[in-house]
């Protein structure tokens, strides 16, 4: 007895478990597993409570009502794709029926004005967010390179910065929306003018973060480098491209990853605040629908931008890795 | 016969908020082509700051320096720096960090294959051949050194400036880095500046050591030849009543005529405290 008392406290027994199996798969297993555990106690503590909260609308929807939601919504999809083909099978056949009657006739095509599906919307909500952002990136980071170097430009455009990127891009967006209006009259316009709008209002907001990192990566520039450049008496443009740019690369990437979160949250805000087709539409239109199962659509959809948020977030650190020689960046 | 580089009465004061500072003051001295020349002294006597007007990262405010002839207004690949921090580029590969300096340097000269039998004959030269194609993190601190310096070698410079290049790195990687340089030294006869706390390197190293005095508005103190023959070898040396004389010397000239008077530096500690003290109040 005694023996089996201080085998227990020496851990022989209680380390069992993880000495038997390669540390490689006991972290992997750790890394798996943990996570389900956390992702299943979420879940049931979301189903308990949602059970208990009753709204007008019926009661809260949880787990099983959001997954029946998720077919309903692919199948909707569907449906409303077989009907796009279908009316454009019958336009087609129309058009031929006549041009047989008359040579003469020429054809009209008129496009399919079905409601956008759940997935349309998600198709042009990401479609805007990196549109938006890959705007703000081209200007941001020459400015922010610019910035960086020069001190004088640093304290003529500081205030400007200082000012506009603490506001919400949201109160740009009637002024954008209006300018828009006004500047943007075509008869065949190439993009929505509802594009356009919701498009620079992520560039608005995508613009200070990375303009700010920038800026503060290439200022933070190891002096040692810079003598470097200055000994071998690099031209600017090669001192920018050669020691510059790829000096200041994790910090543009931070600047990015930082402004990509941003801009998706906004986004969503705006298109439901303006009424510009994306997700944030279809859950104002949900919750102005008002049926009973409106509620876990909207849930639905609030996960799904959360999984897309989250699978932005992950692309642009793979990219960052993958570009960067700077591999020290944690993933989190 | 007319110096390669003459450094001419050259005095150093910067501004700060507390008023100028006298770094350096009537700095003179001249040196011939393929002379190894160390700059000895205690910390903070502005070594560097002499190597920097050198390379023309600064501007004397008094006096000048004359490269064959014709004054030091900016930097330039003729007087090649190698860094105290090796200072390499770590997005880049060893070769590509050389290859930078060779393309600029000889971008009219060579053609794109004499320029990469160039870039590798100057990393074979520091014995860095077998991790061309490694990028700075994935070597030693040794081994960044010598990629520093083939960099440096690479420019062909007229002067070699090596500000502490072995400073960062343990005892016995520096003795075989002293010993390296000493093998490229015989075989291209470099003109070098060299600043080092090392009193060995010195004598081992050197044509002549020039010794600095304490700051503020430090100057050259005593200038030692040191005539051993070439080349020298360490262990022979470690029992030479000559090698051991200029040793001596040195030693001398840092802890006896030079010594660092602890009382000033504490004082100067404290008032620099109270300033502080009244500054963020």
């Given at each position: 007895?005694?023996?089996?008392?201080?085998?227990?406290?020496?851990?022989?027994?209680?380390?069992?478990?993880?000495?038997?199996?390669?540390?490689?798969?006991?972290?992997?297993?750790?890394?798996?597993?943990?996570?389900?555990?956390?992702?299943?106690?979420?879940?049931?503590?979301?189903?308990?409570?949602?059970?208990?909260?009753?709204?007008?609308?019926?009661?809260?929807?949880?787990?099983?009502?959001?997954?029946?939601?998720?077919?309903?919504?692919?199948?909707?999809?569907?449906?409303?794709?077989?009907?796009?083909?279908?009316?454009?099978?019958?336009?087609?056949?129309?058009?031929a029926a006549r041009i047989a009657k008359d040579p003469t006739y020429i054809p009209k095509t008129r496009t399919?004005?079905?409601?956008?599906?759940?997935?349309?919307?998600?198709?042009?909500?990401?479609?805007?967010?990196?549109?938006?952002?890959?705007?703000?990136?081209?200007?941001?980071?020459?400015?922010?390179?610019?910035?960086?170097?020069?001190?004088?430009?640093?304290?003529?455009?500081?205030?400007?910065?200082?000012?506009?990127?603490?506001?919400?891009?949201?109160?740009?967006?009637p002024l954008v929306t209006m300018v828009v209006s006004a500047l943007y009259v075509s008869s065949d316009p190439?993009?929505?003018?509802?594009?356009?709008?919701?498009?620079?209002?992520?560039?608005?907001?995508?613009?200070w973060p990375m303009v700010m990192n920038t800026s503060v990566g290439v200022a933070s520039l190891n002096s040692?480098?810079?003598?470097?450049?200055?000994?071998?008496?690099?031209?600017?443009?090669?001192?920018?491209?050669?020691?510059?740019?790829?000096?200041?690369?994790?910090?543009?990437?931070?600047?990015?990853?930082?402004?990509?979160?941003?801009?998706?949250?906004?986004?969503?805000?705006?298109?439901?605040?303006?009424?510009?087709?994306?997700?944030?539409?279809?859950?104002?239109?949900?919750?102005?629908?008002?049926?009973?199962?409106?509620?876990?659509?909207?849930?639905?959809?609030?996960?799904?931008?959360?999984?897309?948020?989250?699978?932005?977030?992950?692309?642009?650190?793979?990219?960052?890795?993958?570009?960067?020689?700077?591999?020290?960046?944690?993933?989190? | 016969?007319?110096?390669?580089?003459?450094?001419?009465?050259?005095?150093?004061?910067?501004?700060?908020?507390?008023?100028?500072?006298?770094?350096?003051?009537?700095?003179?001295?001249?040196?011939?082509?393929?002379?190894?020349?160390?700059?000895?002294?205690?910390?903070?006597?502005?070594?560097?700051?002499?190597?920097?007007?050198?390379?023309?990262?600064?501007?004397?405010?008094?006096?000048?320096?004359?490269?064959?002839?014709?004054?030091?207004?900016?930097?330039?690949?003729?007087?090649?720096?190698?860094?105290?921090?090796?200072?390499?580029?770590?997005?880049?590969?060893?070769?590509?960090?050389?290859?930078?300096?060779?393309?600029?340097?000889?971008?009219?000269?060579?053609?794109?294959?004499?320029?990469?039998?160039?870039?590798?004959?100057?990393?074979?030269?520091?014995?860095?051949?077998?991790?061309?194609?490694?990028?700075?993190?994935?070597?030693?601190?040794?081994?960044?050194?010598?990629?520093?310096?083939?960099?440096?070698?690479?420019?062909?410079?007229?002067?070699?400036?090596?500000?502490?290049?072995?400073?960062?790195?343990?005892?016995?990687?520096?003795?075989?880095?002293?010993?390296?340089?000493?093998?490229?030294?015989?075989?291209?006869?470099?003109?070098?500046?060299?600043?080092?706390?090392?009193?060995?390197?010195?004598?081992?190293?050197?044509?002549?050591?020039?010794?600095?005095?304490?700051?503020?508005?430090?100057?050259?103190?005593?200038?030692?030849?040191?005539?051993?023959?070439?080349?020298?070898?360490?262990?022979?040396?470690?029992?030479?009543?000559?090698?051991?004389?200029?040793?001596?010397?040195?030693?001398?000239?840092?802890?006896?005529?030079?010594?660092?008077?602890?009382?000033?530096?504490?004082?100067?500690?404290?008032?620099?405290?109270?300033?502080?003290?009244?500054?963020?109040?």
């Amino acid at each position: 007895m005694p023996n089996l008392v201080s085998d227990f406290t020496t851990g022989r027994y209680d380390v069992g478990f993880q000495t038997k199996m390669p540390p490689a798969i006991s972290a992997f297993l750790r890394a798996l597993i943990l996570p389900m555990l956390g992702v299943l106690v979420f879940t049931l503590l979301w189903s308990f409570s949602a059970s208990k909260i009753d709204t007008s609308l019926g009661k809260f929807p949880g787990p099983g009502a959001v997954a029946e939601q998720v077919v309903n919504l692919y199948n909707e999809h569907q449906a409303s794709r077989e009907k796009e083909l279908a009316f454009y099978e019958r336009q087609e056949q129309r058009n031929a029926a006549r041009i047989a009657k008359d040579p003469t006739y020429i054809p009209k095509t008129r496009t399919f004005t079905g409601k956008e599906t759940f997935v349309d919307q998600i198709g042009t909500s990401l479609m805007t967010v990196l549109s938006g952002f890959i705007l703000a990136a081209i200007i941001a980071i020459p400015l922010g390179i610019a910035i960086g170097l020069s001190k004088s430009l640093n304290t003529a455009i500081n205030p400007i910065i200082q000012i506009f990127k603490p506001v919400s891009p949201l109160a740009w967006l009637p002024l954008v929306t209006m300018v828009v209006s006004a500047l943007y009259v075509s008869s065949d316009p190439m993009f929505a003018k509802s594009y356009i709008v919701s498009l620079i209002t992520v560039t608005l907001c995508c613009l200070w973060p990375m303009v700010m990192n920038t800026s503060v990566g290439v200022a933070s520039l190891n002096s040692d480098w810079t003598n470097v450049s200055r000994v071998l008496r690099l031209p600017t443009l090669t001192h920018i491209r050669k020691i510059v740019l790829p000096a200041s690369v994790p910090a543009i990437f931070t600047g990015m990853r930082l402004s990509l979160g941003i801009a998706w949250m906004v986004l969503i805000a705006a298109e439901m605040l303006a009424q510009n087709p994306g997700l944030g539409k279809f859950v104002w239109d949900e919750f102005q629908n008002g049926s009973s199962s409106s509620l876990s659509r909207i849930m639905t959809a609030v996960l799904v931008i959360g999984l897309i948020g989250f699978m932005l977030d992950r692309s642009m650190l793979l990219l960052q890795r993958w570009l960067s020689w700077d591999k020290s960046t944690q993933v989190r | 016969m007319e110096p390669l580089l003459n450094i001419s009465k050259i005095d150093m004061v910067f501004p700060t908020p507390k008023g100028d500072f006298t770094a350096l003051k009537d700095v003179d001295l001249q040196i011939q082509k393929g002379e190894f020349i160390s700059l000895i002294g205690h910390s903070g006597c502005g070594k560097s700051t002499v190597l920097n007007v050198v390379a023309g990262l600064y501007n004397p405010t008094q006096g000048g320096v004359l490269l064959n002839d014709r004054e030091v207004l900016e930097p330039g690949p003729e007087r090649a720096v190698v860094f105290q921090n090796h200072s390499l580029l770590p997005w880049l590969t060893a070769y590509q960090n050389v290859e930078l300096a060779v393309d600029q340097v000889f971008a009219k000269n060579k053609s794109p294959a004499e320029k990469k039998e160039w870039i590798e004959y100057n990393l074979k030269l520091v014995h860095m051949d077998h991790a061309m194609h490694k990028r700075p993190d994935e070597i030693s601190g040794g081994m960044k050194q010598r990629v520093g310096i083939a960099r440096a070698l690479a420019m062909q410079p007229e002067v070699l400036l090596m500000d502490e290049p072995f400073g960062a790195l343990d005892a016995l990687t520096r003795a075989h880095m002293q010993d390296s340089l000493m093998e490229i030294q015989e075989e291209l006869n470099n003109t070098v500046i060299m600043i080092t706390h090392d009193v060995d390197e010195a004598v081992l190293l050197s044509d002549r050591i020039v010794m600095m005095t304490n700051g503020p508005a430090a100057t050259v103190g005593e200038i030692l030849h040191v005539d051993l023959p070439r080349p020298r070898e360490r262990l022979a040396l470690a029992a030479d009543p000559q090698y051991n004389h200029y040793r001596s010397e040195v030693l001398t000239f840092l802890y006896e005529k030079q010594r660092k008077v602890e009382p000033i530096s504490t004082k100067t500690k404290d008032s620099a405290i109270k300033t502080d003290v009244k500054s963020t109040a």
